[in-house]
């Protein structure tokens, strides 16, 4: 009898880590508070809200129950949007065992709080080893990863075991699981990279080119780096697939929601208008709410993050914001480069 894996919520990424552990052939229950959307995942396999007409593995079994989704559950992966890990953290304590192996897959910071995912979900339950959480994250679009697409990730731990454990519960022959240690920097990365991707889909759509994408990203990453090592992450994780690896894919695929978010802007829609055209979560937009706050506060200098937050929240025009991140005093690489330590 394969070992019973819960992953919790339906979304385009959580139902994608479905389809990897029944490849893995794992018992898979798969948790929505949405009916209909269960409904149409046991009968029809299918998720088309999030994944369009993408066939499920009939071997994932959806339930509205979280009882139900835990009872005897090996392993749980929580992959709600960040404003809701909170919420449902605190649904699954009745029913989670503290030997379960605890892993989430969500790239976002509590809106208020500032804090880390991990940090939420220790929060909410203090009966389980806080050390234990496993983070997975990296360059693993959903609908690449449906299709069964070669796919490389992270999963990050201050408990080796579990680290390992999680990476055993994932690898197969295309979706390859790295570990690390590291759950800071692998969480900020995952978090950060959002804010460069709504960033790239401005330019984009400005059509500023390639010769700006390039100079986003590589800037882009400087400055995740300087706010996540001030965090106290490892400067190395940055350059992995955490980092970079995760930065490059969200700034140039189609299936970006940040990229594609960013892009609808530079149309001239509003936000609001934006996200209502999405449909779904871009967790972008609070991540720069959280990074505007948090540069503060570790006095990390974020020239990007600050131009965007500008944009989404105070109205400026994103041309006005290329223009001044252009225009602003002179720099030398290899110093600013240096200060990074």
């Known amino acids: 009898m394969p070992s019973k894996v819960s992953v919790l919520v339906a979304g385009s990424w959580g139902t994608a880590i479905a389809t990897v552990l029944a490849e893995n052939k794992r018992d898979v229950t798969l948790w929505s508070r949405n009916e209909e959307q269960v409904a149409e995942i046991n009968r029809e396999h299918r998720n088309h809200r999030f994944l369009g007409n993408m066939e499920l593995s009939p071997l994932i079994y959806a339930t509205t129950s979280m009882e139900q989704a835990l009872h005897l559950a090996e392993a749980v992966i929580v992959v709600a949007p960040s404003a809701a890990m909170r919420e449902v953290a605190a649904q699954m304590r009745p029913f989670l065992s503290k030997d379960t192996l605890l892993i989430h897959a969500t790239k976002g910071f509590e809106a208020d709080s500032l804090k880390r995912m991990s940090t939420v979900l220790a929060d909410e339950l203090p009966e389980y080893d806080a050390s234990s959480i496993v983070v997975l994250s990296g360059p693993s679009h959903a609908e690449e990863v449906i299709k069964q697409c070669p796919t490389t990730v992270v999963v990050a731990s201050e408990n080796s075991a579990a ?179």
């Open 163 to 341: 680290a390992e454990a999680a990476q055993d519960l994932l690898i197969n022959a295309y979706f390859r699981v790295y570990t690390n240690p590291d759950v800071i920097g692998v969480e900020v990365s995952g978090a950060l990279k959002n804010i460069i991707a709504l960033s790239a889909g401005l330019t984009d759509g400005l059509e500023f080119g390639d010769n700006a994408k390039a100079a986003l990203l590589t800037r882009g990453l400087a400055e995740i780096t300087r706010l996540g090592m001030a965090m106290g992450g490892n400067p190395l994780t940055f350059a992995g697939l955490a980092g970079i690896g995760d930065l490059v894919v969200t700034c140039t695929s189609k299936h970006s929601r940040n990229w594609r978010a960013g892009f609808l802007l530079a149309q001239g829609k509003s936000l609001p208008i934006v996200l209502k055209e999405m449909g779904m979560v871009v967790e972008g937009v609070k991540t720069t709410q959280a990074a505007y706050k948090l540069s503060r506060q570790y006095e990390a200098s974020m020239p990007i993050a600050d131009q965007l937050y500008e944009v989404l929240f105070n109205g400026k025009a994103p041309r006005a914001a290329v223009e001044d991140l252009m225009g602003r005093g002179r720099k030398d690489e290899i110093s600013e480069l240096d200060s990074l330590d």
